[in-house]
């Protein structure tokens, strides 16, 4: 259990991949909260984690403002007494923003950014001293393989900038032993793509859709993956494992994955690492 006793906040954790990555850190011995609008689905997945015997907690939020991220954050660490792990997971496409036919360019764009980017850098600015405290800590933040693919608009644009803030923690957070890392995932089977299953299965050479728990694995040796704990600070690491139906390896070694774009990753970035600076968070 190579979590025992650590304190992990999952943002959308009431469904989906969120939900797998909490029941996964669960089963490493995590102390788990998680967090989401839809308060059915965050009582069922609390008491999932609860039957599993982690010391867990459910804690409704909308997160598309700064307030009620720093909010979560405070409520978090008065019920667990801190924060380890932060796994920026709330996120949504397009169509269920609350995009309206009347809305402008504008609009439209700044409403797929508070939930997919400021949602995240909030939750994770306000967390950052938490972290430090602590002694350091680790940052994930799902992004989505419509950051590199272009064809999904706001939300591939909203997507690029969340990795783009998953480099800037990275490197902020690495003299205080706090890594940032970023998973960004292709089709998979949740909630949110029920009802497009043909599409999805037939642009996958495996003729399937990718399941969470596949990026909940992925997700898990970016927290606990101890050799991992220097080599992805401040490098391109959304870009190291990108995992689409059409191109997973089911089964495959996901650490060998890893450490081999890690390695190619340092040397490629090695000459112009910048000096950290501290604009995120307190």
């Known amino acids: 259990m ?28 995590a102390r788990v909260a998680i967090t989401g609008r839809d308060l059915a689905k965050g009582a069922r997945v609390l008491a999932e ?19 009620p991220a720093a909010d979560l954050v405070a409520a978090v660490a008065a019920r667990f007494g801190g ?11 397009t169509r269920y923003s609350d995009i309206r036919a009347e ?3 504008g609009e439209r764009l700044r409403k797929v950014m508070r939930v997919n980017l400021d949602a995240a850098y909030h939750v994770a600015a306000h967390a950052l001293p938490m972290l430090r405290a602590a002694g350091g800590g680790s940052i994930v933040n799902i992004s989505s393989t419509a950051a590199v693919h272009g064809s999904w608009g706001n939300y591939g644009i909203a ?26 995932p292709g ?8 009802g497009h299953e043909d599409v999805d299965r037939a642009a996958s050479l495996f003729g399937r859709m990718g399941i969470p728990d596949e990026i909940a694995r992925a997700a898990q040796l970016r927290i606990i993956c101890e ?8 490098v391109n690491v959304t870009d190291s494992l990108i995992l689409t139906p059409s191109v997973q390896s089911v089964g495959c070694d996901l650490q060998q994955v890893c450490l081999s774009h890690a390695r190619k990753a340092i040397n490629s970035h090695r000459s112009i690492l910048p000096v950290p600076c501290r604009e995120i968070g307190g």
């Not at 924060?83 to 496409?93: K, Q």
């Not at 990795?163 to 902020?172: D, K, S």
Request: glycine share 12%; no cysteine.
């Open 187 to 194: 089709w998979i089977a949740t909630d949110v793509t029920t």
């Open 83 to 93: 924060i380890d792990v932060v796994v920026n997971n709330a996120g949504s496409s």
């Open 103 to 105: 809305d402008g360019p």
């Open 2 to 29: 190579k979590l025992r006793g650590k304190i992990v906040l999952v943002t959308g954790g009431n469904s989906g991949i969120g939900r797998a990555i909490a029941l996964r850190a669960a089963a490493e011995g």
């Open 227 to 234: 050799v991992l704990a220097t080599s992805f600070n401040a």
């Open 49 to 67: 984690l609860q039957a599993a015997g982690a010391e867990a907690a459910f804690i409704a939020a909308s997160l598309g403002e700064e307030s």
């Open 159 to 184: 997507k690029a900038a969340l990795e783009a803030l998953t480099r800037a923690l990275a490197v902020q957070g690495a003299p205080d032993r706090i890594r940032a890392n970023g998973v960004s």
